[in-house]
Nanobody, 124 residues
Framework: VQLQASGGGLVQAGGSLRLSCAAS????????LGWFRQAPGKEREFVAA????????YYSDSVKGRFAISRDNAKNTVYLQMNGLKPEDTAVYYC??????????????????WGRGTLVTVSS
């Protein structure tokens, strides 16, 4: 699976951005999808994930209630709607895919494929 994230940019605190990640190469429906982020000098951290069907979603405590992950299997795309952005959300955001129809992983090492990332900068 090849993944390409887009939609990052510069936004003021309290603003919104919508990230997209387009996938190609294999059957998109068989993959759980996740978003991770990595700020300068920090480890890559889990943000959100969604099951292959889109039925179940998972969020880190730091973004719960502000971010929403969704997917459109017909378009082979996963989205991350980010509202109420804070300066601490500043990071490079990565989408990832894991070949599973079961439990959705929340750690980077469990994902099989990664996109290049898109930078989100939130100014105070």
């Amino acid at each position: 699976v090849q993944l390409q994230a887009s939609g990052g940019g510069l936004v003021q605190a309290g603003g919104s951005l919508r990230l997209s990640c387009a996938a190609s190469g294999r059957t998109f429906n068989n993959y759980a999808l996740g978003w991770f982020r990595q700020a300068p000098g920090k480890e890559r951290e889990f943000v959100a994930a969604i099951t292959w069907s889109g039925t179940n979603t998972y969020y880190s405590d730091s973004v719960k209630g502000r971010f929403a992950i969704s997917r459109d299997n017909a378009k082979n795309t996963v989205y991350l709607q980010m509202n109420g952005l804070k300066p601490e959300d500043t990071a490079v955001y990565y989408c990832a895919a894991d070949y599973t129809l079961g439990v959705v992983p929340t750690t980077p090492d469990q994902y099989d494929y990664w996109g290049r990332g898109t930078l989100v900068t939130v100014s105070s």
